[in-house]
C-alpha cells in the first residue's frame, strides 16, 4: 500500500509538472483544507503548494469571497469586483506581469480610498488550462486575515467585517455572477453599419453625424430585462472588465468600432493608459490636443494625482472649412459617478463645443487621444 502511494504521488507530481510551468513542490497525498469564515473552500481542482506558497484556482476563492470575477483570456488578466451601496473594492490580477491592483472606492466620502500595487514572490500559474494564484498574497491585499497550520496543512481566512458585506444594491438583492472565460470576438472594423440581433451598430464617418441623444452602441441585449451590474444584460463586446465605468465603456466602444481589444486602463490608472497605448501595435497615440480625430478615445487625467481621471470616446469631430474642430460629439460612461451603466445616461450621444471639451470635466486635464492605427 506504501509503495502504491508513493507511485501515485510521484505520478501526480509528473503529471502536474509537464502540464506547468514552475511548479516546485505539490502535496498530493494530504490535500491542502481551506477555511474561510469558518466554512471549508470545496474546489474541484486542487490547491497546491509552489515554493512555499499555496496556489488556488482564481474563481474558487473570489466567488467565495463574493466577487463578481472575470478572465480576460487574451491579456491573461484577472478583474474582480465586490460592491455595495457605500463601497467597492476591485481587484486586477495581471498573470503576464506578474503584478496585483487593488483599489478601494469609498461612495460616502466620494474618496478614491486606496491604491495598492504589488508583485507576487511566487507568480500565478497555468495548470491545465486553468489560472492558479498566491492564496495569502492576494487575501491579505483584500483586507483578509491569513493563518497558516503546518502540522494539519489548513489555511484560515477571516474575511468577515474586513470585505464590504455581500452585494446589497438598493433593492438587497444578491447579484450572482454568470460568467464564461471565453472572450468572443467581433467583427465591426469594416463597415459603417453592422446590422446585430439587437440593433444597427453606428459607426460615424464623415459622410454622417451622431443625433444628440441617440446611443450608437449596441451595448445591452435587452433593455427590458436589465441589472446594471451583472455581466449576462449586455452584448459580449460589453461583458467584460469594470462594467459601469468610463474606461469600461470607451474600451468597449472602441472594440466595436475598429475591432481592437484594448486592456489599456488597469483598474481605474487612466494616467498610463497613453503610455499603455504606445505599446500597442494597433494603437495610435495623439498627444497634441488640437489634433482630435473621430472614433477616437480621449484621455483626461486627474490634477490631483489621488484622482482616477476620466475616458470618453470621440463619436464625431465637427470642423470648420480650415479643418479645425468646432463642436466634438462624445458617448460615455459612468456619467453620473453612480459606478454602474445607466442607458439614460451612459452611452449617449452628447455635442459641445470644442472649447467646453477640452475643459471638461474640470477636475481632469485633457491628456491626448487613443487613436487605431491606419
Known amino acids: 500500500m506504501k509503495n502504491f502511494k508513493n507511485f501515485m504521488a510521484l505520478l501526480l507530481l509528473c503529471t502536474t509538472i509537464f502540464s ?3 511548479i516546485y513542490s505539490v502535496y498530493a497525498d494530504e490535500q491542502i483544507k481551506i477555511f474561510i469564515d469558518g466554512e471549508q473552500l470545496m474546489t474541484e481542482d486542487t ?3 509552489s515554493n512555499g506558497r499555496t496556489l488556488v484556482p482564481f474563481r474558487a476563492i473570489f466567488e467565495k469571497l463574493d ?3 472575470r478572465w480576460e483570456s487574451e491579456a491573461k488578466q484577472i478583474n474582480a469586483e465586490r460592491r455595495t451601496s457605500k463601497n467597492r473594492v476591485r481587484c486586477n490580477i495581471q498573470t503576464i506581469e506578474n503584478k496585483m491592483i487593488v483599489m478601494l472606492d469609498d461612495y460616502i466620502t466620494e474618496s478614491n480610498g486606496f491604491v495598492n500595487v504589488s508583485s507576487f514572490d511566487v507568480p500565478p500559474q497555468i495548470v491545465s488550462g486553468k489560472t492558479y494564484i498566491p492564496l495569502r498574497a492576494v487575501s491579505e491585499a483584500l483586507g483578509c486575515d491569513v493563518d497558516w497550520n503546518g502540522n494539519t496543512k489548513t489555511i484560515t481566512i477571516t474575511a468577515k467585517d474586513k470585505l464590504p458585506t455581500k452585494k446589497e444594491i438598493e433593492d438587497n438583492t444578491v447579484i450572482t455572477p454568470n460568467v464564461t472565460e471565453t472572450v468572443t470576438e467581433e467583427t465591426t472594423s469594416s463597415i459603417v453599419t453592422t446590422e446585430t440581433d439587437q440593433k444597427p451598430v453606428v459607426i ?15 451595448i445591452l441585449k435587452d433593455p427590458n430585462n436589465f441589472d446594471p451590474l451583472s455581466v449576462n444584460s449586455y452584448t459580449d463586446i460589453y461583458s467584460y472588465g469594470s462594467i459601469g465605468q468610463c474606461t469600461w465603456y470607451a474600451e468597449a ?4 468600432v475598429h475591432n481592437i481589444k484594448l ?19 494597433d494603437l495610435n497615440v495623439i498627444t497634441d490636443i488640437n489634433n482630435i480625430e473621430s472614433n477616437t478615445i480621449a484621455v483626461f487625467t486627474p490634477k490631483d494625482l489621488s484622482k482616477l481621471g476620466h475616458m470618453v470616446y470621440v463619436e464625431y469631430v465637427e470642423r470648420d472649412s480650415n479643418g479645425n474642430p468646432i ?3 462624445i458617448t460615455e460612461g459612468n456619467t453620473l459617478g453612480e459606478g454602474k451603466f445607466n442607458p439614460q445616461y451612459d452611452g449617449v450621444v452628447k455635442k459641445m463645443t470644442f472649447e467646453d471639451f477640452k475643459n471638461n470635466p474640470q ?4 491628456a491626448g487621444y487613443i487613436a487605431a492605427n491606419k
Do not use: M, W
Open 47 to 49: 490547491p497546491f503548494l
Open 363 to 366: 477636475a481632469n486635464v485633457l
Open 263 to 281: 486592456y489599456l486602463y488597469q483598474l481605474g490608472g487612466i494616467k498610463e493608459c497613453l503610455t499603455n497605448a504606445l505599446e500597442h501595435n
Open 67 to 69: 466577487f463578481e470575477v
Open 20 to 22: 506547468s510551468t514552475n
Open 204 to 218: 460615424y464617418s464623415d459622410d454622417n453625424k451622431p443625433v444628440v441623444g441617440d446611443t450608437p452602441g449596441n
Open 327 to 329: 463642436n466634438v460629439y
Open 253 to 256: 466602444r472602441f472594440c466595436e
